[in-house]
């Protein structure tokens, strides 16, 4: 049976159980449960703290999980990145107060708190910038300048309103873009049994996510200008109708491009142009 660790609560949290349920795994009602069992998938699901993820994959008590990428940066643990998921995007960035700090190589000296202790202090070594400190916060880190316990401060930066309403500004490059991802242990590279399974059923999901499957009748004579608008994964469908100079042709379609390919394809001459979200697919 895989065993797969999901984050119990956060962020995380509910986007992964939606994931999860959408590849035909069972998913728990009760925030309280710890331990779910799916015999029909033959997996177990264990609900785990987001911090602790990676931690319980690289020691092998889990098979896989489900965390952040700088959560499982920051872990140290003995996992690896397996899947990206498509979910919970975020930068992670440096900031100061405004003027006082504008390249990362000023750092040097100086005292950076954080949450992320270690992604910090990796990136920095790469950089070959030594901090004075780094100082380890759970929360409330953009605080910690004004408060005294820092000059720098490393931190998830979204719109940066929480940030200048502190008085600080983010400076150099983004120290990781982050999104949730499928972790797995680091080994020999022998995949536990069943996490091909759930690699592809969850990159089934994103794909459902991403494409729409678009219909439409188009005269056999505009058939190639039509499908070069809606060349497919692979190939798209072409079928005869009972009208001899109109064919039916079916392709999946990136979602985000859906209105501006159906504008195209009727320009070219294309109609009855119908739109079906997937539900689950395989590749």
Request: aromatic share 4%.
């Amino acid at each position: 049976m895989l065993r797969i660790a999901v984050p119990n609560k956060g962020s995380l949290s509910e986007p992964a159980a939606d994931m999860l349920r959408e590849a035909g795994y069972r998913q728990r009602r009760d925030t309280r449960e710890l331990v779910l069992a799916d015999p029909d998938n033959d997996v177990e699901f264990f609900f785990l703290r987001p911090r602790d993820v990676a931690v319980y994959v690289g020691a092998g008590t889990v098979d896989a999980g489900i965390t952040g990428r700088d959560l499982l940066l920051d872990s140290g643990a003995a996992a690896d990145e397996h899947l990206e998921l498509g979910f919970a995007g975020s930068t992670f960035r440096f900031a100061a107060p405004a003027g006082t700090v504008t390249e990362v190589g000023q750092i040097e000296g100086l005292r950076v708190a954080s949450s992320y202790n270690v992604l910090v202090r990796d990136h920095l070594a790469e950089q070959g910038v030594s901090p004075a400190a780094i100082v380890h916060l759970d929360g409330a880190v953009e605080s910690s300048v004004r408060l005294g316990v820092a000059d720098v401060i490393a931190d998830v930066v979204e719109t940066g309103t929480t940030l200048r309403a502190a008085g600080l500004e983010v400076f150099g490059e983004p120290i990781l873009r982050s999104e949730a991802v499928l972790v797995k242990r680091r080994g020999d590279g022998t995949d536990p049994a069943g996490l091909d399974v759930l690699t592809r059923r969850l990159q089934g999901v994103l794909t459902a996510r991403q494409y729409v499957l678009m219909d439409y009748d188009v005269p056999v004579a505009l058939v190639d200008d039509a499908v070069a608008l809606t060349p497919g994964l692979e190939s798209p469908t072409v079928s005869p109708l009972h009208d001899s100079e109109w064919a039916a042709v079916r392709a999946m379609v990136p979602r985000s491009q859906t209105n501006q390919v159906m504008d195209a394809l009727y320009d070219v001459g294309a109609r009855a142009i119908l739109v079906t979200s997937i539900h689950a697919c395989r590749l």
